[in-house]
């Protein structure tokens, strides 16, 4: 039996899909839910650097 509690995950952005891959990670297997359920484009370039 399972005992681990199923952990809500409510916004996927970045923040919400990176926790819902370490509580994965961790063996919580998530239930992630967005308010869009597709990705929208908003016009922009995103970059990610090192600060
Ligand atoms: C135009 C623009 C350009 C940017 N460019 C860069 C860049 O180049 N580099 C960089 O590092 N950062 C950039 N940023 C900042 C970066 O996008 C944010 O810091 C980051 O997305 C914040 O992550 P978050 O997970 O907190 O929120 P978000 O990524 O905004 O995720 C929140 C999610 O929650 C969902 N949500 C909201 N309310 C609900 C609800 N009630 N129920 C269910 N789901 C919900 C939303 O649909 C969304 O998917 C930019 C931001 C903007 C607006």
Do not use: D, E, W
Request: charged share 10%; hydrophobic share 40%; with cysteine.
């Amino acid at each position: 039996m399972n005992n681990k509690p199923t952990i809500a995950v409510i916004g996927a952005g970045l923040g919400g899909a990176a926790a819902g891959a370490l509580l994965q990670q961790a063996g919580y297997p998530p239930r992630c839910t967005n308010r869009h359920q597709r990705l929208r484009a908003l016009g922009q370039a995103s970059t990610l650097a090192p600060t």
